[in-house]
């Protein structure tokens, strides 16, 4: 008996207030698929899908002809856009099954252990079993808020952008009375490339929140990236259609707070309340340090600046676009602690085939993630021509208690 008392709690958490069934999950979803405003390309009429037919004498790396135009990146409307399904994209629920607080977490353990006496490390098994874990979102939609799509251009200034940044593992939030704008502040202001000083104990996040904080200082369970992009819509090479030669696509980063930061509240680098009392937040932006990239200054008496290499890094590329594909795609991706592909594996070269970097198969990010470290996205482009379009971007971090 009791193999089925922990198999029928299995199946009882896993069944948990169920969401919308017409709600889509980013963890089962088919990233060729999950946007129902998306034709799939794969289907297209292949006579169509290139406006500039591939010329087998060119070995440049230069999608096409920059002066050459193409009517989906023109509009009327002088945005540089024609956008294909106008209506905003719905974010992704996170999960398909009701996202537990910390609270319910706890709650859930303690009833196991205590109304049915089981081990402790056997409830923490059953949960991570169940994947009832708590979980932190950050999302970024331009089109939803009036704006043109992101536009990542390369050999420019913007071929390297930063976008989007997750809260602290182990916060499902910033905390305090923040505004709108404090919010965005810390979402998508660029963190300054300096070098990291001394990290934070582990406790000092805990402070920080009234909801309870993990027990691991690796806690991290699994990261769901979801985007929404495509590139020029137009090649000269032979791989258009596939992601093989593309040269947009999207990179994980990593930061950490730096506690002898010392932020008062005359910093400007953070949006403050206006208000000459204003305090300096506990996690503010000026805080954060970068891991990846990374940064580095040539001489003492210059400033630091990042490190962005030439080509993508195998190890943290999320995803790439498909070569000259007009047709916006949106794709969720998942890393899980649970990931063991090896990168020169034939598993390893069936998610390269896909578009994602070969070496982040292996869990080893998730599971190298430490309690209060930030997870960024950053969009790339490389060589003239080439240009990564982004609609929405957004991170879902999941982290047992």
């Not at 929404?228 to 020029?232: G, I, T």
């Not at 996690?283 to 891991?291: D, K, Q």
């Given at each position: 008996?009791?193999?089925?008392?922990?198999?029928m709690?299995?199946?009882?958490l896993?069944s948990?207030?169920?969401?919308?069934p017409?709600?889509?999950?980013p963890?089962?979803?088919?990233?060729?698929?999950?946007d129902?405003?998306?034709?799939?390309?794969d289907?297209?009429?292949?006579?169509?899908?290139?406006?500039?037919?591939?010329?087998?004498?060119?070995?440049?790396?230069d999608p096409?002809?920059?002066?050459?135009?193409?009517?989906?990146?023109?509009d009327?409307?002088?945005?540089?856009?024609?956008?294909?399904?106008?209506e905003p994209?719905?974010t992704?629920?996170?999960?398909g099954?009701r996202?537990?607080?910390?609270m319910?977490?706890?709650?859930?353990r303690?009833?196991?252990t205590?109304?049915?006496?089981?081990?402790?490390?056997?409830v923490d098994?059953?949960?991570?079993?169940a994947?009832?874990?708590?979980h932190?979102?950050n999302?970024i939609n331009?089109?939803?808020?009036?704006?043109?799509?992101?536009?990542?251009v390369?050999?420019?200034?913007?071929?390297?952008?930063f976008?989007?940044?997750?809260?602290?593992?182990g916060?499902?939030g910033?905390?305090?009375d923040?505004?709108?704008a404090e919010?965005?502040?810390?979402?998508t202001?660029e963190?300054?490339?300096?070098p990291?000083?001394?990290?934070?104990?582990?406790?000092?996040?805990?402070?920080?929140v009234?909801?309870p904080?993990?027990r691991?200082?690796?806690?991290?369970?699994?990261?769901?990236?979801?985007i929404?992009?495509?590139?020029?819509g137009?090649s000269?090479?032979?791989t258009?259609?596939s992601y093989?030669?593309?040269?947009?696509?999207?990179?994980?980063?990593?930061e950490?707070?730096d506690?002898d930061?010392?932020?008062?509240?005359?910093c400007?680098y953070?949006v403050?309340?206006?208000?000459?009392?204003?305090?300096?937040?506990p996690?503010?932006?000026?805080?954060?340090?970068?891991?990846h990239p990374?940064t580095?200054?040539?001489s003492?008496d210059q400033d630091?600046?990042?490190?962005h290499?030439?080509l993508?890094?195998?190890?943290?590329v999320?995803?790439?676009?498909?070569v000259?594909?007009?047709?916006?795609?949106?794709?969720?991706?998942?890393?899980?602690?649970?990931d063991d592909?090896?990168?020169?594996?034939?598993?390893?070269k069936?998610?390269?085939?896909?578009?994602?970097?070969?070496?982040?198969?292996?869990?080893?990010?998730?599971n190298?993630?430490?309690?209060?470290d930030?997870i960024t996205i950053?969009?790339?482009?490389?060589?003239?021509?080439?240009v990564?379009?982004i609609?929405?971007?957004?991170?879902?971090v999941y982290?047992?208690?």
């Open positions: 008996m009791a193999h089925i008392v922990p198999a709690l299995i199946r009882r896993r948990m207030d169920l969401a919308d017409d709600t889509a999950d963890d089962t979803a088919d990233p060729d698929t999950a129902p405003d998306t034709a799939d390309p289907t297209a009429d292949p006579d169509t899908a290139d406006p500039d037919p591939a010329d087998p004498d060119q070995a440049d790396p096409a002809d920059p002066d050459q135009a193409d009517p989906d990146l023109s009327s409307s002088g945005s540089g856009l024609s956008d294909s399904d106008p994209e719905p992704p629920p996170g999960d099954r996202n537990p607080t910390p319910d977490v706890v709650l859930t303690t009833m196991l205590r109304s049915k006496g089981l081990p402790q490390e056997l098994a059953i949960l991570d079993f994947e009832y874990w708590v932190s979102t999302v331009y089109i939803a808020e009036g704006r043109d799509p992101r536009r990542v390369g050999t420019t200034e913007t071929e390297n952008q976008l989007i940044r997750s809260y602290p593992l916060l499902t910033i905390g305090g923040k505004n709108l919010e965005l502040a810390y979402d202001s963190a300054r490339p300096l990291l000083s001394r990290e934070h104990e582990p406790r000092f996040f805990a402070t920080l009234d909801y904080t993990p691991l200082l690796r806690p991290a369970r699994k990261v769901v990236f979801s929404k992009s495509k590139d020029q137009w000269s090479l032979e258009y259609g093989g030669g593309s040269y947009t696509w999207f990179e994980a980063g990593l950490r707070f506690e930061q010392d932020c008062d509240s005359k400007t953070d403050r309340h206006y208000s000459p009392s204003s305090a300096a937040p996690l503010a932006v000026c805080g954060l340090r970068p891991v990374s580095r200054r040539d003492p630091y600046k990042y490190v290499p030439l993508p890094q195998d190890r943290l999320i995803q790439r676009n498909k000259a594909e007009r047709k916006w795609r949106y794709r969720v991706v998942t890393w899980s602690y649970l592909i090896k990168p020169d594996s034939e598993a390893g069936a998610i390269e085939a896909e578009g994602r970097g070969a070496a982040t198969g292996d869990g080893s990010f998730v190298g993630l430490r309690l209060g930030v950053w969009g790339k482009a490389r060589f003239p021509g080439w990564n379009n609609k929405s971007v957004r991170i879902d982290w047992a208690l």
